[in-house]
């Protein structure tokens, strides 16, 4: 992952007497040892870590406090008895059939938008990975949707997609019935390649960074070894740039968690019959329209679980092979 | 030592070759398919916002092929002047500005120091920090929306105010890593000279370490800019005042309500769009080169 954002160079190592810290002194051992070599670092860090604990860490714990009491929300100034109904939220999450709907919907979208981004990120970013014209508009066209709001993208979808839209005349009788929106069967692939559409540029310039890490003499040398293009894809360009392969499977299951303006504004709130619901639609539907931030608060302790355990075995997979 | 040099060159080498200059590619056939392929994807990226732009120029939406060349006797402004008068576009800019500019200022310097920190600093706490750091990367923010609402609007009234707008994303904890990322690589010998000489810790930040980092510094600006200027989930929470949402939410909103009642929905829609996508889209025609992983190697050496 560090290595994807910017290459670290090697730079020859100075002579250890330069070192300002090479003797220390019995005094300043001793404050090393209480708060670290740089105790300014403490200071430097310290609103940052603020910053986590009061809008971070406590949110999570209060979500975690929350999700084991029943509670809403009362007018203010009111003060309501709040008890402590141990895994009953839970139960109810995950026997909520809209819950499993939408995880369902989740699923749809990570088995559309996984491999779409994966194979056509890769494939623009290995075409801009050479001395081509206009190279710095065609990477910058493909910035452009990820760097725009979802509101502004999702209205121009709107307009795309609607019953009457451009893409249903270009279709002609091949359009479905109901339109892509409004359809059961593709609201949520609908959702899947617009965010597809809308990330694809992130991922090509990270692929596109990573490709630039691979070096030059791997591919000379395949070429010499009269490795086809095909070859040279498999054992040079894949190997170089798996972390960031690893990357998108990850955070495509955290986007997929996440959908919101999606579900909320392309198709009309999770519809048609929750069909393109995410979980975190259904936090913000049960949690404030519906005042069950109690049942809301377990749904998203379950899904930063999660979260959690599917990066770490993401990681871990990665890592293995590696 | 002469295989650091070549390969700092190396490095060099491609980031010259990222500038875009037409080279001749000993093998033409291979370009054209390259060059093939990237038109289809710029078209498949750009059309949208073209569409966009002659949406909102539409009197009446025309939805066939035809419609996608703006047609001299179909155009109008009204659909501007619809969408303005429904959100009130000058004030949904400013409170984006306010929202985005507290986002961009907290990021700047408490970040910076936090970046710095990470990277150069040992101190106590330093791995807890980082820990904490990758777990609130991992960790979606809409996952603790409720908790959030909860001590924001109900505990401490922050609800219709740009400070319970601003609060939960203060530090753009992405931001954070990238600075740490750009901290590390600048090597630590280059400090300890200034450090020697009795430079107080953030003279060397500021003086050494920020001038070596600084396309990372507009990068990560450029990053944390359209985290708050997109952001529709959280102000649409704790706004429910108009005249206090930022664009996005208002226009949200909109599509969401109003929609139904305007003549031609889909051109104020494509109206609102085009003035919310505007600002970021510009920024980054911009400044595109500073998207660019950045070689900091030949910083260094130079």
Known sequence: MTSVTAPRPKFPPLEGELRPDARPSGRQRLTRAAFGRNPIGMLFGAPYALFIALLFAYPLFLAVWISFH?????????SVPRPFVGLANYTAVLTDPAVRQAFVNIAIFLVINVPLTVILSLLLATALN????FRAFFRTSYYVPYVTASVATIGVFLFILSPGGIFNHVLGPLAPVPSWLVNQNWAMPSVAIYVTWKSLGFFILLYLAALQNVPEELYEA?????ASWWHRLRAVTIPGVRQVTTLVSLLAIITGANLFTEPY?????????????????LIYQSGIEQNHPDFASALGVLLVILVLLISAGVWLLQRRQA | MTQTASAAEAGATSTAASDDVPTIEPRASRSWWRLILLLIGAAVFLFPFYYMIVGSLQ??????????????????LHNY????AALGLGRAIINSGIFTGGVLLGTLVLGILAGYALAQLRFRGRGLLFAFMLLLLMVPFQLLIIPLYVIIVRNYGLGNNYLGMIAPFAINSTAVFIFRQYFLQ???????????????????LTRIALPLVRPAVLTAMLLTFIGPWNEFLWPFLITKEQGLQPLA??????????SGVATNPYGAIMAGSFVLALPAVVLFVIFQRHFVTVNIGSAVKG
């Open chain 1, 130 to 133: 050479a001395a081509i014209p």
């Open chain 1, 265 to 281: 504004l392309l198709t009309a709130g999770g519809g048609p019959d929750g069909k393109s619901a995410s979980p975190v639609w």
């Open chain 2, 249 to 258: 939410v208002a226009l949200g909103n909109y599509i969401e309500t109003v």
């Open chain 2, 59 to 76: 009197k009446t939406a025309n939805t066939t092929l035809s419609g996608t060349l703006p047609q001299p006797g179909n155009i109008t």
């Open chain 2, 186 to 204: 600048v090597p630590k010998e280059l400090f300890d000279s200034a450090r020697i000489d009795g430079a107080n810790e953030l003279r060397v």
């Open chain 1, 222 to 226: 395949a070429k010499v070894d009269g």
């Open chain 1, 70 to 78: 029943s509670y809403f929300f009362a007018a203010p100034g009111v």
């Open chain 2, 81 to 84: 002047g619809q969408i303005n």
